[in-house]
T-cell receptor, first 115, second 111 residues
Framework: NAGVTQTPKFRILKIGQSMTLQCAQD?????MYWYRQDPGMGLKLIYY???????DKGEVPNGYNVSRSTTEDFPLRLELAAPSQTSVYFC??????????????FGEGSRLTVL | KQEVTQIPAALSVPEGENLVLNCSFT??????LQWFRQDPGKGLTSLLL?????REQTSGRLNASLDKSSGRSTLYIAASQPGDSATYLC??????????FGSGTKLNVKP
């Protein structure tokens, strides 16, 4: 019953470093999403994917990149980390569902601090 | 720009009280609306999903309603318990792929 799995759970980066947040789902969902959540705020969409090989920008894509080579995996790459990228990152997935209205499932989050 | 607002930002009630959380959205052309629960340091857990053609959904002590014409949804929690303490977020789907989230209502149920 793994669902959506994110790694790492915690990470501290220095300014200018790069890293990849991993996300995997075992529910054969077509749609996958990356969100960031800042304290006291709602979730902001970074990137999303509607299937392997297809990705698109969300509300706040600057400073991030994604790829989707398989249905299961949707890694988020941070290039040249900045303090503004300190946040909690959530990966989510959903099935298409009837009338394209499938329920969204979340991972437990990756807490990133950039110093 | 699509906006989702949740009021109040925080709520504290004694155990056993019935309560209502509110979610409002600017554009009524939604596909569906989903309510989530988030415990501190955890991910979001889905509570209820209401399709655009539905007026309400129920799960146990939870009942969510949807009024598209007024741009509102409510989450009703009956007979609240300390274990219900968490942050509750609503998310609105305006097109096939994008969920827009409110900033949440932090609920504290006092024993």
């Amino acid at each position: 019953n793994a669902g959506v799995t994110q790694t790492p759970k915690f990470r501290i980066l220095k300014i200018g470093q790069s890293m990849t947040l991993q996300c995997a789902q075992d529910m054969n969902h077509n749609y996958m999403y990356w969100y960031r959540q800042d304290p006291g705020m709602g979730l902001k969409l970074i990137y999303y994917s509607v299937g392997a090989g297809i990705t698109d920008k969300g509300e706040v894509p600057n400073g991030y990149n994604v790829s989707r080579s398989t249905t299961e995996d949707f890694p988020l790459r941070l290039e040249l980390a900045a303090p503004s990228q300190t946040s909690v990152y959530f990966c989510a997935s959903r099935d298409r569902g009837r009338l394209n209205t499938g329920e969204l499932f979340f991972g437990e989050g990756s807490r990133l601090t950039v110093l | 720009k699509q906006e989702v607002t949740q009021i109040p930002a925080a709520l504290s009630v004694p155990e056993g009280e019935n309560l209502v959380l509110n979610c409002s959205f600017t554009d009524s052309a939604i596909y569906n609306l989903q309510w989530f629960r988030q415990d501190p340091g955890k991910g979001l857990t889905s509570l209820l999903l209401i399709q655009s053609s539905q007026r309400e959904q129920t799960s146990g002590r939870l009942n969510a309603s949807l009024d598209k014409s007024s741009g509102r949804s409510t989450l009703y929690i009956a007979a609240s318990q300390p274990g219900d303490s968490a942050t509750y977020l609503c998310a609105v789907v305006y097109n096939f792929n994008k969920f827009y989230f409110g900033s949440g209502t932090k609920l504290n149920v006092k024993p």
